[in-house]
């Protein structure tokens, strides 16, 4: 009974590849997130939805699409793999849309080593 | 924009010291929270502090908000193993989104 639960856990891809991260949460939050954690830890916004509705954008790639089905659902396709996008990816959710004032929960992560 | 600076990044003590993380912004935060992220696990919200001054505990874990809401830091009292990992605290930007700090990666000897 994960509450976020990310999928795949790793993912080893070539360079060039599209590939995909799902993300669900079973706690009936209605706002998701998608973090990029790098090499050094830092943990940095990507996109945020609340219910299916796209509220961050951050200076992201267009490479990067998010996509959210519906409210317990938020994935991430990403076109042309580059070097630089090796990287843990976190899914995290918070209850309402004052997202910046709720406690975040995140989901395991998932290690996207791009060879 | 606002900024959460976040130091030191590292430290390492021995079983049984103390350990603290501050955290400090630009601009005066409506709150603050810290979150722990152990090595190969993803963070996990420890708490969130909303007023000036504020101060709560967690058995050996204190943290404090500063009086001008635009600092605040986390100390452990008599640090165990258990206590190894990455904290990191996270101030609002706007409405919707939240800044995480560097982190600070703590190490214990035991």
């Known amino acids: 009974d994960t509450a976020v639960s990310q999928t795949p856990k790793y993912l080893v891809t070539q360079m060039g590849n599209d590939k995909s991260i799902k993300c669900e949460q079973n706690l009936g939050h209605d706002t998701m997130y998608w973090y990029k954690q790098d090499s050094k830890k830092f943990l940095k916004i990507m996109f945020s939805?609340?219910?299916?509705?796209?509220?961050i954008n951050e200076t992201v790639p267009n490479r990067f699409s998010p996509k959210s089905p519906d409210k317990a659902h938020l994935n991430l396709h990403i076109n042309s793999l580059e070097l630089g996008d090796s990287a843990v990816y976190f899914c995290?959710?918070?209850?309402?849309?004052?997202?910046?004032?709720?406690?975040?929960?995140f989901g395991d992560g998932t290690r996207l080593s791009i060879l | 924009g606002q900024q959460v600076m976040q130091i030191p990044q590292y430290q390492h003590v021995q079983e049984g010291e103390d350990f603290t993380t501050y955290c400090n912004s630009s601009?005066?935060?409506?709150?603050i929270q810290w979150y722990k992220q152990r090595p190969g696990g993803h963070p996990v919200f420890l708490i969130q502090l909303v007023k000036s001054g504020e101060v709560k505990k967690q058995k050996r874990l204190t943290f404090q908000f500063g009086e001008a809401k635009k600092n605040s830091s986390l100390h452990i009292t008599a640090t165990q193993t258990t206590d190894v990992g990455t904290y990191f605290c996270?101030?609002?930007?706007?409405?919707?989104?939240?800044?995480f700090g560097q982190g600070t990666r703590l190490t214990i000897n035991p």
């Open positions: 939805y609340n219910n299916k509705e796209l509220i």
């Open positions: 996270a101030g609002p930007r706007g409405a919707q989104k939240l800044v």
């Open positions: 601009t005066t935060l409506s709150n």
């Open positions: 995290a959710s918070s209850q309402d849309t004052g997202g910046s004032n709720q406690p975040q929960h």
